[in-house]
């Protein structure tokens, strides 16, 4: 039988070839927001290892949205510019669909890179001091986030609706929104974090406005036949939380929207939250979300072996997977899975010669000899 991993899934007018997604994944390597030459190496090599899709990090929609002073950002012309450089070079070199994940860190940001500790950075040692739904601080110990005010958020609203224009500028195929890990969007979901009085606060309903507003607002910059999608925290493991009942209402409303799917994460709220990972352990927030309402799921976290993403998929847990730190430890991970799996990835020329006499159509080519 063929391989489901490897069978195409159309979303609007794009089509994927196969089913298997490269995450966003934060490089902290950004300089005033804008790409470099890392993300020219980081992005291009993921790019040729057969994948369906290769999203973009997440990607702040103004200054204040950075999780890190070197993360990337979409805010200015010089961060379009620089992140042109490295689209067109990946569009050169390879057919592979782009996303980009746009989001705002909220309370979490003004941190330090994971390898320095990530912990909240003065403004004296260059941060500045995150916003949120509510003046509560992501952790103990640290000083309260400003409390945004309405006008603010709506000014936010507006940043991630200016950033979408830029994103179809930049010819993005696809736009995912970060509404998940404990970022700004998730902090109005949360009943952990969001205390606020008013019709943004307290039930289900109004913390689920901010949220909802900004996907109507970048949905109507974002050409309709372009997909858009959005990551959640299907739970925050935390109780009296943010939790999968609750996920469920909010991709119907995204759905109703014109939302293509749900990316199906988890945590990040708070370091209070009690997590057991294990392989596959969040596939089944993609499941109940893709069977309760009928929105197209991406399951993630700790997918790791062909055998298990092929499972996933056949048997309707969820349309596609997506692999981050995966993707970093073997770049060619899309190319082993189409191997065990009887699959076909496409691939540069360049890399023909290394098709596995065991897999001999792998790359779905016409042998030619070599001198």
């Known amino acids: 039988m063929a391989s489901a991993l490897f069978q195409p899934i159309q979303l609007r007018s794009l089509t994927l070839e196969n089913r298997i997604m490269i995450s966003p994944m934060c490089q902290y390597s950004a300089v005033d927001g804008s790409a470099d030459d890392w993300h020219m190496i980081h992005l291009g090599h993921l790019a040729l290892g057969g994948a369906g899709i290769l999203f973009v990090e997440a990607t702040a929609v103004n200054p204040l949205g950075r999780i890190t002073p070197g993360c990337l950002g979409l805010y200015s012309d010089a961060n379009e510019a620089a992140l042109k450089r490295i689209v067109d070079a990946v569009r050169a070199n390879s057919d592979i669909p782009l996303g980009i994940q746009l989001a705002h860190a909220g309370r979490k940001g003004s941190s330090g890179t994971p390898w320095d500790g990530g912990t909240l950075i003065s403004i004296e040692e260059g941060g500045w001091i995150p916003v949120a739904p509510s003046a509560v601080p992501h952790s103990e110990g640290e000083p309260p986030p400003h409390a945004l005010s309405r006008r603010e958020f709506e000014a936010v609203t507006h940043a991630f609706a200016a950033a979408t224009r830029r994103a179809e500028r930049l010819g993005f195929d696809a736009i995912e929104i970060h509404a998940a890990h404990g970022y700004l969007l998730h902090e109005f979901l949360s009943p952990v974090s969001n205390f606020r009085g008013d019709e943004y606060g307290g039930p289900l309903e109004n913390r689920m406005r901010l949220p909802l507003e900004v996907f109507t607002a970048m949905r109507s910059e974002w050409p309709k036949h372009k997909p858009m999608g959005v990551r959640v925290s299907a739970t925050d493991w935390i109780d009296g939380g943010w939790d ?22 988890s945590g990040g709220i708070s370091p209070r939250q009690k997590i057991a990972p294990g392989p596959g352990y969040q596939v089944p927030f993609a499941e109940v979300i893709r069977r309760e309402t009928g929105i197209a799921t991406i399951a993630v976290g700790l997918i790791t072996e062909p055998r298990q993403a092929e499972e996933i998929i056949a048997s309707g847990k969820a349309d596609m997977i997506a692999l981050a730190r995966g993707m970093l430890y073997d770049p060619r991970w899309a190319w082993h899975a189409a191997a065990e799996l009887g699959g076909e990835v496409r691939a540069p020329r360049q890399y023909w010669r290394a098709e596995p006499r065991t897999a001999p159509s792998l790359f779905g080519r016409t042998k030619t000899g070599q001198r």
Do not use: E
């Not at 119907?252 to 014109?258: D, F, M, R």
């Open 244 to 265: 999968l009942a609750q996920a469920v209402v909010f991709a119907k409303a995204l759905k109703k929207l014109g939302c293509d799917w749900i990316d199906a994460s």
